[in-house]
T-cell receptor, first 111, second 114 residues
Framework: QQQVKQSPQSLIVQKGGISIINCAYE??????FPWYQQFPGKGPALLIA?????SEKKEGRFTISFNKSAKQFSLHIMDSQPGDSATYFC??????????FGKGTKLSVKP | GAGVSQSPRYKVAKRGQDVALRCDPI?????LFWYQQALGQGPEFLTY????????KSGLPSDRFFAERPEGSVSTLKIQRTQQEDSAVYLC????????????FGQGTRLTVV
């Protein structure tokens, strides 16, 4: 059973455009929702995170929108740049502290 | 070192061989995680330690997989009698907190079973 569902699998955006990645979860015990960015050959690195008592969090060009009632959250990348091309993973923290990851979205930003 | 260090970076094992993968977390980090990442997939949770205590091993796919962290720092993931389906990148992550927010990942060990 996939606990965190992520879409789309891949995304192509023009430079300067907005990239949007969506995630949905079922387990209401999840209490922390980070997004990770991964470049080829590297481990994932934390990009931005949100707690379920907040509906939106913005850090620079990156924004998380969180809808607790719908059990959905999304990552928006404004003014997307070629350097943003990477794989993005949403995740959720379970009651034991472990992070459950989505399957990832491969983002390509075309110049 | 400043980050999480994993060794070896690459490992080729013959089917049936036992392997041991090492993780050196950031010094002082309480929590340590192991994940398995198949090609083109997200990291799949394997197991979680707080200090030397293994709090959750529900993600270990079979009894061929075993992890330990005897002194609460370095951890080893051991896979016995490797199978082709074990081929993946094994990621280790650590966090300074008991209930982690940010987890810092190593670069992973790419295991190929032939």
């Amino acid at each position: 059973q996939q606990q965190v569902k992520q879409s789309p699998q891949s995304l192509i955006v023009q430079k300067g455009g907005i990239s949007i990645i969506n995630c949905a979860y079922e387990n209401t015990a999840f209490d922390y929702f980070p997004w990770y960015q991964q470049f080829p050959g590297k481990g994932p690195a934390l990009l931005i995170a949100i707690r379920p008592d907040v509906s939106e969090k913005k850090e620079g060009r990156f924004t998380i929108s969180f809808n607790k009632s719908a059990k959905q959250f999304s990552l928006h990348i404004m003014d997307s740049q070629p350097g943003d091309s990477a794989t993005y993973f949403c995740a959720a923290r379970g009651s034991q502290g472990n992070l459950i990851f989505g399957k990832g979205t491969k983002l390509s930003v075309k110049p | 070192g400043a980050g999480v260090s994993q060794s070896p970076r690459y490992k080729v094992a013959k089917r049936g061989q036992d392997v041991a993968l090492r993780c050196d977390p950031i010094s002082g980090h309480v929590s340590l995680f192991w994940y398995q990442q198949a090609l083109g997939q997200g990291p799949e949770f394997l197991t979680y330690f707080q200090n030397e205590a293994q709090l959750d091993k529900s993600g270990l796919p079979s009894d061929r997989f075993f992890a330990e962290r005897p002194e609460g720092s370095v951890s080893t993931l051991k896979i016995q009698r490797t199978q082709q389906e074990d081929s993946a990148v094994y990621l280790c992550a650590s966090s300074p907190f008991q209930f982690p927010t940010e987890a810092f990942f190593g670069q992973g060990t790419r295991l190929t079973v032939v």
